[in-house]
C-alpha cells in the first residue's frame, strides 16, 4: 500500500492546552482565508472542497482527553496529506448511513509516525468533509 509522506511533524506537547493551541492557531490560518465555512481544495478529489468543521465539533465531543491529544497532535499533516495526495484511499460505505462513503488516507509524519484521514462524502450532493485524524498502522 503506498502512503504519503509529509513534510510534518507531530505536534509538541504533553496536555491538551498545549496541543489544542498550537493545531488551533494552524487552524485560523485556513479559518482567515474564508468568509463562510473553513476549507481546504483536495488534490485527489481534483480540486473539490473538503470542509473542516465537523473535525472540530467531532473531537469535542470526545469524553477522554488523551485520545483528543492523540487525534489533535497529526492536524496539520493531516491538512497537508489532503491537500497534496493523490494516492487511492481506501473506500468503504458508511454502515450507518447508506448515503454517505468514507474515505481512508495513510500517511507517514516527518519523525515516522503513522496515521489515518478519514473523510466522509455525501452521496447526495458530493459535500466532503473531514471527519477524523489518528494514528494507526497503515492497512
Do not use: C
Not at 519523525?111 to 485524524?133: C, H, N, P, T, Y
Amino acid at each position: 500500500m503506498k502512503v504519503f509522506k509529509t513534510k510534518f511533524a507531530v505536534l509538541a506537547g504533553t496536555n491538551y492546552k498545549e496541543t489544542s493551541k498550537k493545531a488551533f492557531a494552524f487552524y485560523n490560518e485556513i479559518r482567515r482565508k474564508t468568509k463562510r465555512r473553513p476549507y481546504v481544495r483536495s488534490a485527489y478529489f481534483k480540486k473539490d472542497k473538503i470542509f473542516l468543521e465537523l473535525f472540530w465539533r467531532h473531537l469535542y465531543e470526545k469524553q477522554n482527553f488523551r485520545d483528543k491529544i492523540r487525534r489533535i497532535k497529526f492536524f496539520p499533516a493531516a491538512v497537508e496529506l489532503i491537500k497534496n495526495s493523490r494516492i487511492e484511499p481506501v473506500l468503504i460505505e458508511n454502515p450507518n448511513k447508506p448515503g454517505e462513503m468514507l474515505y481512508r488516507f495513510a500517511g507517514i509524519t516527518n519523525d515516522d509516525e503513522s496515521f489515518i484521514v478519514q473523510i466522509k462524502a455525501e452521496k447526495r450532493d458530493g459535500k466532503k468533509w473531514l471527519m477524523s485524524v489518528f494514528p494507526g498502522k497503515l492497512f
